[in-house]
């Protein structure tokens, strides 16, 4: 009954391997030469000037929430696009509905200025 079980502890022993092989490896033998310029807090390319636990601007979650909306778009694209024949017409007007969808939601974006920097 538990060489059954053999292929799933070797898989798991071989994967805990992989995984924490290189890490250990790194840490005992990479080089450990710290500066001030490794130790210091790199946050969007400026210095941190405040607590950790600010709040930040909520432009930050709309731009990520947006590259999110259209990244999903292309990743629906491609499949799509690979099957337009199979698929036919039926294929054809429902991607056409979802990108029209996302159009109305990118010009309503548009129009309220969320895309606008400052």
Known sequence: MLENYLPILLFILVGLA???GPIVTGALLGPN?????????????????????MKFDVRYYLVAILFILFDLEIAFLFPWAVVLEEIGMA?????????????????????RGALEWE
């Not at 710290?34 to 950790?52: H, M, Q, R, V």
């Not at 991607?95 to 010009?107: A, C, D, K, Q």
């Open 33 to 53: 030469r710290p500066d001030s310029e490794k130790l210091s807090p790199y946050e969007c390319g400026f210095e941190a000037f405040e607590d950790a636990r």
């Open 18 to 20: 992989f995984g924490v």
């Open 91 to 111: 294929g054809f007007l429902a991607m056409m509905g979802f990108l029209g969808i996302l159009v109305v939601g990118f010009i309503y974006e548009w129009m």
